[in-house]
């Protein structure tokens, strides 16, 4: 009995140490983030989810950090990834759009209208 006291008393410690950790890790990574430090911002990120929190708001810092750095591609995977935990977040959504409109990629409905209204006026 004195051992399994024992034990659970350990696992609660390491649970309240790793919530620790977790909360200076992602200060930090703000912090950097706020410093224009996007490599290691994006690293620390990276560590936070790698350890078990995982939500919409890392991933849509992971894709700012990547969009920061130039890495469209990957940033475009990460703003997905936070769309789909999370699709009605009005902020992740603008930046989705403002990265498609940067890339080109705007909305593809609305450049067909506009190719359409083209056409009819004779422009090209």
């Not at 977790?22 to 706020?34: G, I, P, R, Y």
């Amino acid at each position: 009995m004195r051992q399994i006291a024992c034990i659970l008393t350990i696992i609660v410690l390491l649970s309240f140490c790793s919530t620790k950790n977790t909360k200076a890790e992602l200060d930090f990574a703000n912090s950097l983030a706020k410093q224009g430090l996007w490599k290691e911002a994006y690293i620390r990120w990276q560590r936070v989810v790698a350890n078990g929190k995982d939500n919409a708001s890392l991933h849509n810092n992971m894709a700012i950090a990547l969009e920061s750095m130039g890495k469209t591609e990957e940033a475009e995977k990460e703003y997905l990834k936070a769309l789909e935990m999370d699709p009605k977040n009005p902020k992740i959504k603008a930046n989705y759009e403002s990265l498609k409109t940067s890339l080109g990629k705007g909305n593809k409905a609305d450049q067909k209208v506009e190719t359409e209204k083209k056409d009819e006026k004779g422009e090209k």
